[in-house]
């Protein structure tokens, strides 16, 4: 008796049970309206981005207009079905209310529901078959509220399906909205150049797949422009419409985030300040999306506003854009965290669809670095070799009554300071003044350029070269010139990682790390033939000559060179191979680091 009443309880559990997977498998959802959560009991919602496509025909309606919902794949990749889906249509601003109803386009795939004590308010399957689009039309009720988003739920079976797949916003004619949505889909670069204008960092990344590209586009929409922005933030993500490419008097937008919403707004900034958030309500449809640390968001804004409307421009212009990010504390922005990308050139923000590039260090900063590399891995380097190792060098031959040797020595010299000197000037031109967040790179650079007018002044005032205390200038030239070739390399390795010359490291740390080694490569070996560790060819007639004066009290000699009256020989052509061989080889390297520096 008790084994046949537990077999009647199977059987009844059974029932049941195949009962709900049947009704399930119809459709037949109506205790999912609410959450529209699929009652499997058996796994949580997908948490990958849903690989299908939600579009409207309109995205805006008056009351009674019936506007056509597509549910379709997005990609052919896995599996390119569905099972079963929900479709349902709710208040934007609260996302809780069920708005509207539905007519039926394919019956024999889908079917009306009763949500909300309202027939007809959601759309079903009718059974489990493969799909991969259905569509269905939706008709704008009298009482409907400004704007409204669709929402979907699909399954492609009981382990897998997707919840509140927020879909397209649509906006009642005449009614201004004010509630931002939530996006449906990721941006895409799909369409830069041809049916919206697009500026990306790095070039040409997607947005859609890259989460480290931040992104705008723009396109004009009748009399309005929508605007689509994203990158990854912590706290916010920006951009401006600007005159020119200083940062001041800008139409600036944010999209703020808010702990797991967005605040999209306007803004505008006088200066290098905080932005001053508008007042006024310009912004139309917007929408927003928070994935894996990026932030999404999108917004329609009139051409032209009303004069009201103070420090804002009018779209029908050509503006430099600005785009930047940062961190956010308490909807407040802090200052962005990576100088801001500033397109080439300015865009026509309501004319054809460009492509856009831009750059995140400003062209006085480009200069900058590129002068002071020139100077001190380059000239600099050059004329020290000459001083030191080519005093002997073409002995009868002068240029301007000067020895050769002397004359490329102050040559490069020359041009040493004046490429520090202009290079030193730029950034206070570029900033306006000092910069307080530049760390001790600017301090180090105030010693470099103070080094470099000393050697020049104190050349001038040089004694005779037989002059009983001329070792003491000897000395100080010496010493001074190291010691701001020294300073400089290391100023120079902090410049590379200045927030507005940031070049991609650890490559261009790299770079610089081996000019600095093969410049004290080329030294040792220079020095080890100059001492007569090195000799070259059995014509070397040079080894007593440098043991004597290495051992001579002529301190001048033993820090720049051993004899002025060597002799040309096969050491000569020895050292010039070598000089030709090291510029050739730091020319390359510098030519790298400035394509770099023009590409940053």
């Given at each position: 008796?008790?084994?046949?009443?537990?077999?009647?309880?199977?059987?009844?559990?059974?029932?049941?049970?195949?009962?709900?997977?049947?009704?399930?498998?119809?459709?037949?959802?109506?205790?999912?309206?609410?959450?529209?959560?699929?009652?499997?009991?058996?796994?949580?919602?997908?948490?990958?981005?849903?690989?299908?496509?939600?579009?409207?025909?309109?995205?805006?309606?008056?009351?009674?207009?019936?506007?056509?919902?597509?549910?379709?794949?997005?990609?052919?990749?896995?599996?390119?079905?569905?099972?079963?889906?929900?479709?349902?249509?709710?208040?934007?601003?609260?996302?809780?209310?069920?708005?509207?109803?539905?007519?039926?386009?394919?019956?024999?795939?889908?079917?009306?529901?009763?949500?909300?004590?309202?027939?007809?308010?959601?759309?079903?399957?009718?059974?489990?078959?493969?799909?991969?689009?259905?569509?269905?039309?939706?008709?704008?009720?009298?009482?409907?509220?400004?704007?409204?988003?669709?929402?979907?739920?699909?399954?492609?079976?009981?382990?897998?399906?997707?919840?509140?797949?927020?879909?397209?916003?649509?906006?009642?004619?005449?009614?201004?909205?004010?509630?931002?949505?939530?996006?449906?889909?990721?941006?895409?670069?799909?369409?830069?150049?041809?049916?919206?204008?697009?500026?990306?960092?790095?070039?040409?990344?997607?947005?859609?797949?890259?989460?480290?590209?931040?992104?705008?586009?723009?396109?004009?929409?009748?009399?309005?422009?929508?605007?689509?922005?994203?990158?990854?933030?912590?706290?916010?993500?920006?951009?401006?419409?600007?005159?020119?490419?200083?940062?001041?008097?800008?139409?600036?937008?944010?999209?703020?985030?808010?702990?797991?919403?967005?605040?999209?707004?306007?803004?505008?900034?006088?200066?290098?300040?905080?932005?001053?958030?508008?007042?006024?309500?310009?912004?139309?449809?917007?929408?927003?999306?928070?994935?894996?640390?990026?932030?999404?968001?999108?917004?329609?804004?009139?051409?032209?506003?009303?004069?009201?409307?103070?420090?804002?421009?009018?779209?029908?212009?050509?503006?430099?854009?600005?785009?930047?990010?940062?961190?956010?504390?308490?909807?407040?922005?802090?200052?962005?965290?990576?100088?801001?990308?500033?397109?080439?050139?300015?865009?026509?923000?309501?004319?054809?669809?460009?492509?856009?590039?831009?750059?995140?260090?400003?062209?006085?900063?480009?200069?900058?670095?590129?002068?002071?590399?020139?100077?001190?891995?380059?000239?600099?380097?050059?004329?020290?070799?000459?001083?030191?190792?080519?005093?002997?060098?073409?002995?009868?031959?002068?240029?301007?009554?000067?020895?050769?040797?002397?004359?490329?020595?102050?040559?490069?010299?020359?041009?040493?300071?004046?490429?520090?000197?202009?290079?030193?000037?730029?950034?206070?031109?570029?900033?306006?003044?000092?910069?307080?967040?530049?760390?001790?790179?600017?301090?180090?650079?105030?010693?470099?350029?103070?080094?470099?007018?000393?050697?020049?002044?104190?050349?001038?005032?040089?004694?005779?070269?037989?002059?009983?205390?001329?070792?003491?200038?000897?000395?100080?030239?010496?010493?001074?010139?190291?010691?701001?070739?020294?300073?400089?390399?290391?100023?120079?390795?902090?410049?590379?990682?200045?927030?507005?010359?940031?070049?991609?490291?650890?490559?261009?740390?790299?770079?610089?790390?081996?000019?600095?080694?093969?410049?004290?490569?080329?030294?040792?070996?220079?020095?080890?033939?100059?001492?007569?560790?090195?000799?070259?060819?059995?014509?070397?007639?040079?080894?007593?000559?440098?043991?004597?004066?290495?051992?001579?009290?002529?301190?001048?000699?033993?820090?720049?060179?051993?004899?002025?009256?060597?002799?040309?020989?096969?050491?000569?052509?020895?050292?010039?191979?070598?000089?030709?061989?090291?510029?050739?080889?730091n020319l390359g390297f510098l030519t790298t680091l400035l394509w770099t520096i023009s590409a940053v």
């Open positions: 008796m008790e084994v046949l009443m537990n077999m009647r309880i199977v059987l009844l559990l059974l029932s049941v049970c195949s009962e709900t997977v049947f009704c399930f498998s119809r459709g037949k959802v109506e205790v999912a309206c609410g959450d529209m959560t699929p009652q499997h009991g058996v796994s949580d919602p997908s948490t990958k981005d849903p690989p299908f496509n939600i579009i409207a025909d309109k995205s805006q309606f008056s009351p009674g207009d019936e506007i056509k919902v597509t549910l379709s794949m997005a990609s052919s990749e896995g599996k390119h079905y569905f099972k079963g889906f929900l479709i349902e249509a709710r208040n934007a601003g609260d996302l809780n209310e069920i708005v509207g109803s539905f007519k039926l386009i394919s019956p024999d795939i889908s079917q009306l529901l009763k949500c909300d004590n309202k027939e007809g308010s959601a759309v079903s399957h009718t059974s489990d078959s493969h799909k991969t689009e259905v569509q269905v039309i939706w008709v704008a009720p009298s009482d409907s509220p400004s704007s409204v988003q669709f929402l979907v739920t699909v399954a492609r079976g009981y382990k897998e399906f997707w919840v509140k797949i927020p879909g397209p916003v649509v906006s009642q004619n005449g009614i201004q909205t004010t509630t931002s949505t939530i996006l449906s889909r990721l941006f895409t670069s799909e369409g830069c150049g041809s049916s919206k204008s697009c500026l990306r960092d790095p070039e040409g990344c997607d947005p859609q797949n890259d989460t480290a590209c931040h992104f705008l586009s723009f396109s004009a929409l009748g009399s309005s422009v929508m605007f689509e922005l994203s990158g990854s933030a912590e706290g916010y993500v920006s951009f401006a419409l600007s005159q020119d490419k200083w940062m001041g008097n800008d139409d600036v937008y944010l999209c703020i985030r808010d702990t797991n919403r967005v605040d999209i707004k306007a803004a505008y900034v006088s200066g290098r300040t905080h932005p001053i958030i508008s007042s006024q309500n310009i912004l139309k449809d917007t929408a927003w999306r928070l994935s894996d640390g990026v932030i999404q968001c999108s917004f329609r804004r009139d051409i032209h506003l009303p004069p009201e409307n103070l420090n804002r421009f009018n779209l029908d212009q050509k503006y430099y854009l600005f785009m930047a990010h940062g961190r956010a504390e308490d909807g407040r922005t802090h200052r962005h965290d990576r100088q801001p990308l500033i397109s080439t050139y300015r865009a026509a923000i309501t004319g054809p669809p460009e492509d856009l590039t831009g750059s995140r260090s400003p062209l006085l900063i480009k200069y900058h670095g590129a002068f002071m590399l020139i100077a001190w891995t380059s000239t600099v380097s050059a004329g020290v070799i000459m001083a030191r190792y080519f005093k002997p060098d073409w002995p009868e031959r002068n240029i301007l009554g000067q020895k050769v040797w002397f004359q490329l020595h102050r040559m490069l010299m020359t041009i040493t300071v004046l490429l520090t000197l202009v290079g030193f000037v730029l950034p206070f031109m570029y900033r306006g003044g000092w910069s307080k967040r530049a760390g001790i790179h600017p301090y180090l650079g105030c010693v470099v350029m103070a080094l470099a007018v000393i050697q020049p002044v104190m050349a001038l005032f040089r004694p005779a070269p037989d002059a009983s205390r001329r070792y003491i200038f000897n000395w100080m030239h010496f010493g001074t010139g190291t010691v701001a070739q020294v300073v400089a390399v290391i100023t120079i390795f902090l410049g590379t990682h200045q927030q507005a010359l940031s070049l991609p490291a650890p490559w261009s740390t790299g770079v610089l790390a081996f000019i600095l080694v093969w410049f004290v490569l080329a030294n040792l070996v220079l020095e080890v033939h100059r001492r007569g560790f090195l000799p070259i060819g059995k014509y070397f007639k040079n080894v007593k000559i440098y043991t004597e004066h290495i051992n001579s009290d002529d301190k001048e000699e033993v820090v720049f060179v051993p004899d002025e009256n060597e002799t040309y020989s096969v050491e000569s052509c020895f050292k010039n191979i070598v000089l030709a061989i090291y510029l050739c080889v």
